[in-house]
Structure formats: C-alpha cells, structure tokens
C-alpha cells in the first residue's frame, strides 16, 4: 500500500508540476535552500537558511546531489514532490495502523484509509512538495503511539512519540504546540493512573512519562535555536529576520480581516476539512467517558493544539488565512471515526506497562452484533460525505487561494487569476533560461532569493548566482564592479521587495540603476503575486 500510494502522489506531483507548471513558492524555495547547500557558487550546510526549520529541506538533499546532471529534480521541484509524495503515503499507512490497533473490521478499516488517502487536499499536498505532508506524518505517527501507550503502558511507545514529535517539530514550528500537549496528555494519565493512594511516587512518575515526550522535541528546539543563534545572531529568524513570517506579514500590507471574520474563516475551514467533527468529536467523547476509554484524548490533544494554535495565530493577525493551515482537521475526523467503537483484541507490543489496559478479544460476540456494523457503517459514511464538502472548498477562491487554481487547470480559458496562479515562477523559468544560454561565469549574477530564488532552482547552472548565503554576498554587494558581476536581478522597492538585499543597498536600483547599472531587460511577469523583473548590466569602474 506504501508503494502505490507513493507511486500514484508521485505521479500526480508531475504530471502537476512538469505538465501545467503548478507550482507552490515554499516547497520551491525549500528545493532552493537544499540546492544552496550542494550547488550554489560557496556550497555549505547553513545556506540551507534558518528562517524555517530545515527538515523538510535536508530530506532532499540525496536527490537534489544529481541535480547536475539532472537539472529538472530542482526545476520542477521533483526532489520535494517525491518527498512530499513519501511521507504522506506513510500517513496514511499509520492511519491504517491506527484503525487496526483499535481492532477494527477489515472493511471499515479498508474504506477510512481508503477516504482519508484520496481527500483532495490530502492528495494535492502529497503532490505538492509542501512541507504539511512530513508534518502530518510526524503528527499521525505521534497520535498512533500515544493511544498504543495508553492501551499497553509500553515506554517503547512514549519514547517513540517523543522521537515523532521532534521530528515534527523540526517540520513546522507548529509542533510546539504539539509537544506541549502531548506532555500534558501523558502527565495527566499517568498521575490519574497512579491515583493518591501512591502519592509519594505519581507525580515523579507523571514528570518522568512527560519528559520522556516532549525532551527529545525540547532538544530539537534549543539545539536549532543554539545553532540559528551561533550562525546568524539570531534565534529566531522566523519571527526576527527581514526574511521571516512577522517581516512578509508586514511587508504584504499588514494583519488582514478583523477578529470576528478570522474567527469565522478558521471555523469555516475546520468544518470544511472536517464536516463530521462537530458530531463525531462530542460523541466520542461521551462514549469514551462512559467505557473509560482515554484514548480518545489523544487525537483532541494533539490534532486539536495545532489546530488551536493556527487558529490563533490568524485571529490575532500573525499569519496569513491559508487552508492548509488546518489540514491537521483531516486526520482528527478519521481518528475519531476510528474510535466510535471501543476498541477489541490486543496491541502487540514490546513491553507491556504495569498499568495495560485488556481490550474484549476479537472473538467476542459482541463483536458480531448488528449494532456495531451499523456504526462502522455510519462512520464510513461520515467520512465518505466530507469529500465532496471537501472538493467544494478547495475550489473556491475566496476560502482556498492557494488550490482552487487546480480546477481550471484543464479550461481552455480559465479566469485570469486562476491563470496567473497556474503561470507562477514560469516567468522566472524563463529568466533562467535566458541566463544560462548566455554561459555567464561563476559568480556573474546578483540577485537576493526574496523572489530570486525560483529563478536559481529553475537555472541549469546556479553557481553563476551571487545569493545571500554566500560568504562574501555583503562585499560583493557594496561593490559588484569589483566582484565581477556583469549583472543584477531586480525587483519594486515595494511589498515583499522592500527586504531585498539589493534594494536595501541601492534604494532605487529597480528605478534607475542607483547609478551601478544599466538598464538591459525587463521583465513583465505572468505569474500571481510576482514581481516585473528589470536586468541592470553593471557599470565598471
């Protein structure tokens, strides 16, 4: 199952990408940052950049080596759709494994992996090259060991979410929220399991479960803080940096919306991603109340904190109102069909806890009754109804900006801003082109990766840019005569354009040349929020 679904996201990640050009800018630029490490003009490790957290960036870094000899894994994004296409068929292998540990039938188990594997947006972000599919891995594979562990008391099972929850945060900032509610989970159902009559050990035992949890997800923290700090000066370039999260906020005109609109658009888009919550989430939780069953908490916890903490993010008008944001929706609606039934047989493990719980055999016949096909059933049909829900809103723009452009893919003559969306980098594409037939030397091109960077990851020949991860970009950009570049790529001194290294150095570079070039190319661009480029040949001394 791994293989074909890995097999078919991958496919449709081309055909997307190399047939229709669509593609997303931040897997393009976590392609760019693997390439700077390899194959820019000062290869090395830190110029995979510290404004986000590099996983998803280092896992292409084994495909992205031949990207010499094959330049069309960076160009097309290639290097991150097979990732991409990987970790998200791994999550739905561990939704599977979810259904299966709580001992459900085949068919129920076969028809919620089947739904949540072909969900649109679970597709298009396994097509995609975006880093929510490795996050979603991380997070899934978490939700699955933490309701093994409360089953079978397995610290094997703790350590491994812990594990999953660093990796995941090394994904996305977003597992922080995650982590802190993983630890919580596992403090508060080990001092209820221990209860008061062994006080003198059950809150020491609570601390240890939850550090056992969240300490490998702390280390990650401070270790990429620690080395973001060393290297950069900063800790936390994402917040910080002229090239972070709070900088394009601010740059993009600032929070948009009010409070009570975002808040509608963060609840639209959880119902949206999943209809069934509102019936499945409550009635779960009564019935976990009723069977003491507190596997039911976890999906909530974890799911529920990132969900919560996107939530208010974009309320408080620190992000931007992207439906994936909250795709973590997708798999708290299939986990909790999952747990409508309680759970049946035993969950192999490698160490049974003191405090396992038994599950009623298989073979019960209790398991036969009418009563439970029935509401295998319904939740089959549950999640069966959210797809269309689903489809309809990833194509609406006002509620999907970011994919609703897939829909016209296949018009003869789409809306302009669907068009444009679907056109975005195929300028920059162009651009690459025409520098790479012009067999500059190393060295020849300046340009900051603002908006530069999708032109070098489409370039067949990336050493000929100069890019600020490169140890001498600052002496080369006081003074390109003197480097030896030939010429410098620019953008408007406006938007995101304002943090562009050449716009701070020359303010009016774009303009008028500030008097270090001439104007030899501009560049009308057809892509959706892209910039017209002006090529400025630099004057020597």
Known sequence: MFAALSAVYLAVGAVLSVRFGWLMGDALSRTYAAQAVLHSRDPHVSAIGFVFTPLTALLQLPLVAFAEVAPAITRWNLSAIVVSALFMAGAVVQIRGICRDRGLGRVQTAALTAVFAINPMIVLYAANGMSEAIFLFFLVWTVRRLVRWISTDDVHDL???????????????????????????????????????????????????????????????????????????????????????????????????????????????????????????????????????????????????????????????????????????????????????????????????????????????????????????????????????TTAVVLQPSLSPQQYAVGHLFDRDPPDGAERIIASFSTERALADYLDARNLPDGSVLTDTVFGFAVVV??????????????????????????????????????????????????????????????ELEVPNDGADQPTWRIYRVLSD
């Open 159 to 389: 350590l491994l979410a812990g594990i999953a929850l660093a990796f995941a945060y090394l994904t996305r900032y977003d597992a922080v929220a995650a982590v802190a509610a993983g630890a919580g989970l596992v403090f508060g159902v080990t001092l209820l399991r221990r209860g008061w009559a062994h006080r003198a050990t059950m809150v020491r035992r609570a601390v240890l479960d939850a550090v056992l949890v969240a300490g490998p997800g702390l280390v990650a923290f401070l270790v990429w803080a620690a080395t973001s700090w060393l290297i950069t000066g900063q800790a936390f370039a994402q917040f910080s940096s002229a090239y972070g999260n709070a900088a394009i906020l601010e740059q993009s005109g600032g929070p948009t919306g009010d409070p009570v609109g975002n808040t509608a658009y963060v609840l639209t888009a959880v119902l949206a991603l999943g209809p069934a919550i509102p019936l499945l989430v409550p009635s779960v939780a009564g019935l976990s109340w009723r069977r003491r069953d507190a596997e039911f908490l976890v999906g909530p916890a974890l799911f529920g904190s990132v969900l919560t903490f996107q939530a208010i993010s974009y309320v408080a008008g620190s992000t931007f109102g992207f439906l994936r944001f909250f795709i973590a929706a997708i798999p708290l609606a299939t986990v909790a069909c999952a747990q409508v039934l309680s759970a049946r047989g035993e969950v192999p493990t490698r160490r049974t806890g003191a405090f396992a719980r038994h599950r009623v055999g298989p073979a019960s016949p209790r398991d036969r009754t009418r009563f439970r096909r029935v509401v295998a059933a319904g939740t089959v049909a549950l999640s069966v109804v959210s797809l269309p829900v």
């Open 458 to 519: 489409a370039s067949a020949r990336p050493r000929q840019f100069v890019v600020p991860s490169d140890e001498d970009f600052t002496t080369v950009l006081n003074d390109p005569a003197e480097a030896g570049v030939q010429l410098m790529l620019t953008v408007p001194n406006t938007g995101r354009g304002e943090s562009d290294a050449l716009n701070r150095r020359f303010p009016t570079v774009w303009e008028n040349g500030s008097e270090v070039g001439r104007l």
